[in-house]
């Protein structure tokens, strides 16, 4: 089944910089989506870039999407301290008709003030 | 902004117990979900709900968990015969129409089976 894998597995920055995770899947998508999540908590929607779509922005947040190479990026500039949570990337699966979204194992970003 | 409620936020249990996990979707979603996440883990999908039925469920999702919506608010997730790797965060999450691909997630159960 599709399974979307970040990486890095975890990375430490400094507030202000610049924090960038890659997600890579394997079959087919209708879309991609990330999700961030706070330590113990829900997964919260930051944004979906469609398969025709190459790349999104939205406020701080900036998507990139290679369907040839079968891999998106999040770029998160300026980062903050409230930024530290765990991002995964989720695709809709093409066998379940695209109803069900698998999420890859997370990156897990830590910003220090 | 509507959200997705889970109770309880942390459930304990004994082996072989059963354990009921509820979840009340956003009053106007269509898809339901459940999805578990082993502390450290990924999120893996465990069954997605529409029309009164399963529509599709993964290989977690064995004869010994089940869904139900019993009324028109709650979803809920029973596992008959709670093991010790059944430990986990129990994620509810909704979704408005096929067309609306954005998931609401709720924040989640903790089950603890000893």
């Known amino acids: 089944s599709q399974q979307g894998e970040e990486d890095p597995q975890a990375l430490s920055i400094q507030e202000g910089e610049n924090a960038t995770m890659n997600c890579s899947y394997k079959?087919?998508?209708?879309?991609l989506q990330w999700y961030r999540q706070n330590s113990g908590r829900g997964l919260v929607h930051l944004i979906l870039i469609r398969s025709n779509e190459r790349e999104k922005h939205s406020g701080r947040l900036r998507v990139t999407l290679d369907t040839s190479k079968k891999s998106s990026s999040l770029l998160i500039t300026a980062s903050r301290a409230a930024d530290t949570a765990s991002y995964f990337c989720a695709t809709d699966d093409e066998a379940s008709g695209y109803s069900t979204l698998t999420f890859g194992k997370g990156t897990m970003l830590l910003v220090s003030p | 902004e509507p959200e997705v409620t889970q109770t309880p936020s942390h459930q304990v249990t004994q082996m072989g117990q059963e354990v009921i996990l509820r979840c009340v979707p956003i009053?106007?979603?269509?898809?339901f979900y459940w999805y578990r996440q082993i502390l450290g883990q990924k999120v893996e999908f465990l069954v997605s709900f529409y029309n009164n039925e399963i529509s599709e469920k993964s290989e977690i999702f064995d004869d010994q968990f089940s869904v139900e919506r019993p009324d028109g608010s709650n979803f809920t997730l029973k596992i008959r015969s709670t093991k010790l790797e059944d430990s986990a965060m129990y994620f509810c999450?909704?979704?408005?129409?096929?067309?609306?691909?954005?998931?609401?997630f709720g924040s989640g159960t903790q089950l603890s089976v000893l």
């Open positions: 079959t087919s998508i209708n879309n």
């Open positions: 999450a909704s979704r408005e129409s096929l067309g609306h691909e954005k998931l609401f």
């Open positions: 009053s106007n979603h269509l898809y």
